[in-house]
Every structure is written in structure tokens, then in C-alpha cells.
């Protein structure tokens, strides 16, 4: 006898899902509150804290239970796995399979819990208000040197040049 047969594909695409909504719902109610302190820094809200930690939770129990080779097929388990995500409305965690995927491999590759769930968006500074004054100092600078047209932008809030835009 060469070992177990293997379960069918519509018996064990429901077997793990039912297997991933109870691992994730227990890793929710009993692991989340430890992931709060890790995000808990003083920079974050409230709700995002709580998010966050959340979906640190559920990551790791996703790291866990593919390394315990939970399924024979990746394929049936990632996509087990979105449906439980989005019934929990899991935040702050891909909800497409492949990316999914590449975030619980570099889970399983050795990467810290914390480096792996973060906020999408913090440090985008394209909201930020410049004040008047800098923007006249700015553009005297630009008259200075002799530059006529003041299209360059990227001068104007002093963020890095985009590497699509063509050279003038």
C-alpha cells in the first residue's frame, strides 16, 4: 500500500474550507489580542490597531497551517483561505490568491509577522500642505537659475524625481 488516497477536489476544496474558517475564527478570538500590543505605538488609530492585529493573526495562523501541509493542493487551499478572509472582513490582507500566497511564503520563509502586515499607505506624503513661503523661495530659486518654465514639479515639493518621467 502507497499511503492515503487523496480526496477528490469538490470534497476537499470544502473540507478546507471548513478547516480555515474554524483555525482562523479560534486564531481571531484568541490570538489577536496579543498582535494589539505589537501595533499599539502611538502613530496608529485605535481601529486600526485592532485591524491590524487581526489580520496579524490570521496571517500567522495561514503561515501555520501550510507549514503543517494542510492541503495537497496550494490552489484549493488559498482560495479556501480568500473566502474565509472576506467572510471575516479580515483587513490590511491581499484578497487576491497569488498575492495571498506570496505573503504567507515569505511567512514561511523566516519573515517577522509584524514586517509582513502593515498599513497600505503610511508615509505617502502626497497630501502634504507646503507653506507659502516655501513655495515663494522655491520658485525665486527657480528664477535664480535661470529656468523659465517651472513645470518640474518634483522641485517644487522636493520629492524624488519619478523615474517614467522623460528628462527635459
Known amino acids: 500500500m502507497k499511503g492515503h488516497k487523496r480526496p477528490n477536489r469538490e470534497k476537499e476544496a470544502e473540507l478546507m474550507l471548513y478547516?480555515?474558517?474554524?483555525?482562523i475564527s479560534k486564531s481571531i478570538e484568541n490570538d489577536s489580542k496579543k498582535w494589539?500590543?505589537?501595533?499599539?505605538?502611538g502613530e496608529n488609530k485605535p481601529d486600526q490597531v485592532l485591524k491590524l492585529a487581526r489580520a496579524a493573526a490570521?496571517?500567522?495562523?495561514?503561515?501555520?497551517?501550510?507549514d503543517a501541509g494542510i492541503c495537497y493542493?496550494?490552489?484549493?487551499?488559498?482560495k479556501a483561505f480568500?473566502?474565509?478572509?472576506?467572510k471575516h472582513q479580515i483587513h490590511y490582507l491581499p484578497k487576491n490568491v497569488r498575492r495571498l500566497e506570496e505573503k504567507v511564503s515569505k511567512g514561511l520563509s523566516g519573515l517577522k509577522i509584524q514586517d509582513l502586515v502593515k498599513l497600505p499607505?503610511?508615509?505617502n506624503r502626497n497630501a502634504q500642505k507646503l507653506e507659502i513661503s516655501t513655495i515663494d523661495t522655491k520658485i525665486r530659486r527657480c528664477r535664480k537659475k535661470g529656468r523659465?518654465?517651472?513645470?518640474?514639479?518634483?522641485?517644487?515639493?522636493?520629492?524624488p524625481k519619478n523615474q517614467n518621467q522623460r528628462n527635459n
Open 121 to 123: 499607505r503610511k508615509g
Open 82 to 86: 480568500n473566502q474565509v478572509l472576506n
Open 148 to 159: 523659465a518654465k517651472l513645470d518640474d514639479s518634483n522641485y517644487l515639493t522636493g520629492r
Open 58 to 66: 490570521v496571517l500567522e495562523c495561514l503561515v501555520k497551517l501550510m
Open 19 to 23: 478547516a480555515a474558517d474554524v483555525a
Open 36 to 41: 494589539v500590543v505589537e501595533f499599539d505605538n
Open 73 to 78: 493542493r496550494k490552489v484549493i487551499a488559498y
